[in-house]
């Protein structure tokens, strides 16, 4: 079975920090791409960053450039997502994905249909 254990979600303040931690089992990990995402209530599921475990490379939406990190420890199967400098506007339920590397492109790592597997979604609420 395909299982997401996601941890780090919480109340913060204004301008603080979380990590957001994404532990994969039941696919082989270094065939896939993880991503985050987010939805708030009312809006759309949105991208907020990517890595493609086999390679390194990393993508990052816009609205969170410069202020969030994605990384994996690849021995513990695990993404992490470093929020610093968090806004209000950062609250919501975060959600880890895989997609099969080969489909994991430019025009699609923001792109949710895309995506094999979900995890169940953390939430983070950034208080002003």
């Known amino acids: 079975e395909v299982q997401f254990v996601e941890s780090g979600g919480g109340l913060v303040q204004a301008g603080g920090s979380l990590r957001l931690s994404c532990a994969a089992s039941?696919?082989?990990?270094?065939?896939?791409?993880i991503g985050w995402f987010r939805q708030a209530p009312g809006k759309e599921r949105e991208g907020v960053s990517c890595?493609?475990?086999?390679?390194?490379?990393?993508y990052y939406a816009d609205s969170v450039k410069g202020r969030f990190t994605i990384s994996s420890d690849n021995a513990k199967n695990t993404v992490y997502l470093q929020m610093n400098s968090l806004k209000p506007e950062d609250t919501a339920v975060y959600y880890c994905?895989?997609?099969?590397?080969?489909?994991?492109?430019?025009?699609?790592?923001?792109?949710?249909?895309?995506?094999?597997?979900w995890g169940q979604g953390t939430q983070v609420t950034v208080s002003s």
């Open positions: 890595i493609s475990i086999s390679d390194g490379s990393t």
């Open positions: 994905a895989a997609v099969f590397w080969t489909f994991a492109t430019t025009a699609t790592v923001f792109e949710a249909p895309a995506y094999d597997y």
């Open positions: 039941g696919f082989t990990f270094d065939d896939y791409a």
